[in-house]
């Protein structure tokens, strides 16, 4: 198939890039001749993980002890250990500047704005951190947040990180049950919660969820309430704890200056979520070095970042994306934040904040992208991009018109970095460069020091075929462990249970003779609508807890360029599927999971297929409704009920 170069760089800005600048690096400490050769580049970074490694820690200045061991080896594949004996704090990687500079802009949605320079961050995180000191957190002790995506959230994760305590947040679209499923398992001491969001010009309540938090979660012993900016906070009292307001803790007398505690590098930094399609979503506990020196290698060698650029993803605080645009502080960039929804009254309103903060990298979801071209929005002779030299579009797959709506809408000269990753490695996969052109509909190439492959059932690589993304050899960023994790069986189940040994992550993607990639979406039963990844027992749980309904099954549709939810029900005898009850079934899920997880349809059928051990099958129904081949009938204890999702008159409107 033919392929369609969309953009180049030029010669001579390519001359400017830290690309060009680390081949050159590596000419001169490694004797590696590689010019403005990718592939040759990545060939030598999977070839020598030791030396590529330390490479990395070298060109992207990390602050710390690097220790005699770079990598430390096993034969199981997660147990391989980097840097084992190298000591460093991610906050003070962070906090290399402080002056009057800009570190942090925000916006929200209704133009409100708030502006911190390197001071400013610096003098918050030593009061922040100091004050989480005196309430007898230490390391490894569990910070929650439930915040939205403002500066306070920022501090708050470098102060916890700066004491060698793990950080683990939730953005406010979570309801409390996701909420409660999710920090319930790590037994957080202290939690930061917002007082109200906007999103789309409605004001929602989030200090109203607390007394129902503090209730399920008795580990929380203070709380610190975090106005949003431009707000105030009303003192209440609330059960079981301790209530603190943000300006307390901010404005009390405290040294000046932060004390960055040295930590191993695969201490733990922080914990996130896996979706939940299995249970209560799994605690995914990533390290220090592992985030750090990936993050550097992602933003400063692939995206190109430098001092004093400016940096925005718009992302919450619940996505890993968010985690990534922290580490744009490493850079000594400034990072730009936007809470609420991207197109409140107006379709664009993410450019007009791109254009006022001259902002050097964009990123945000394929999704959004897909949105502004069915809308017909036409942004580059409105705003002044001049400053924008990438836009990242991440979470799933960019289709081909998507790609060529940015060249022709947005702007020309950019490069368009479709990336690929996720919450299990807090990082990418494959991802952009500015070596290579950018092909339409094509990720540009794997990430250096990412041994990714793409397998067939068999275990075998193929070329120009869909198959399974994996990573054949060990990266940094791998989880440090799951917590409650007993002898790491949930690790090992989540990515080594189809290869032996071999990173299976669970996407289904086509690698080109280029090396560049194509990304399917999910293989397994994830949900993925609009490039947010969601588990399916969260929708479970809602649902069966209705007397009308007696079984259900969730699956996500492939549906104009995007994945929508279809939430089939088997009904209890004597009740329909009433109009009714589909409005109760979207509201309850709505308030207790997310407004993600509302399904856009709601479909009666008689029976859902099963294995012969009970276990509902999602995938099949998946590949039955979309028509595609299912592999493995014999596991199904009722294989014929798959004959009631096929040619469902709703699944075409």
Known sequence: MKTQKLWTINSKKLNETNLIKYSNFIKENYKIKAGSNFNKIWKWSVDNPKLFWRSIWDFTKIEGNLGRTILKESNIFFKNKFFPDSQLNYAKNLLKKNNEDDAIVFKSENGNKKVLSWKDLNLNVAKVSQWIKSKGIKKGDRVAAYLPNIPETVIAYISTASLGAIWSSCSPDFGTIGVIDRFSQIEPKILFIGNIYFYNGKKINILDRLNEILEKIPSIKKVVIVPYPGTKTEKKSYIKTKTYDWSEITTEKRKAESEYIMLNFNEPLAILYSSGTTGKPKCICHGIGGTLIQHNKELQIHSDIKENDRVFYFTTCGWMMWNWLVGALSASATILLFDGFPMYKKDDLLFEFISEEKATLFGVSAKYIDALNNKKVIVKKKY???????????????????????????????????????????????????????????????????????????????????????????????????????????????????????WHHGDFAKVTDDGGFVIFGRSDTTLNPGGVRLGTSEIYNVVEKFKEIQESLVIGQSWNNDIRIILFVVLNKGHFLSEEIKSKIRIKIRSSASPRHVPAKIISISEIPKTKNGKIVELAVKQTIEGEEIKNLEVLANPDSLNCFKNIKELDE
């Open 384 to 502: 002044d991009l001049q400053s924008l030299r990438t836009i990242c579009s991440t979470g799933s797959p960019l289709s081909k018109d998507g790609f060529q709506y940015v060249y022709n809408n947005i702007k020309k000269d950019v490069h368009l970095a479709s990336i690929s990753g996720g919450t299990d490695i807090v990082s990418c996969f494959v991802l952009g460069n500015l070596f290579q052109p950018v092909i339409s509909g094509e990720i540009q190439n794997r990430g250096l020091g990412m041994d990714v492959d793409v397998f067939n059932e068999k275990g075998l690589p193929i070329k120009n075929i869909k198959g399974e993304l994996v990573c054949k050899k060990p990266f940094p960023s791998m989880p440090i462990k799951f917590w409650n994790d007993d002898k790491n069986k949930k690790y090992s189940s989540a990515y080594f249970k189809k290869f032996k040994n071999i």
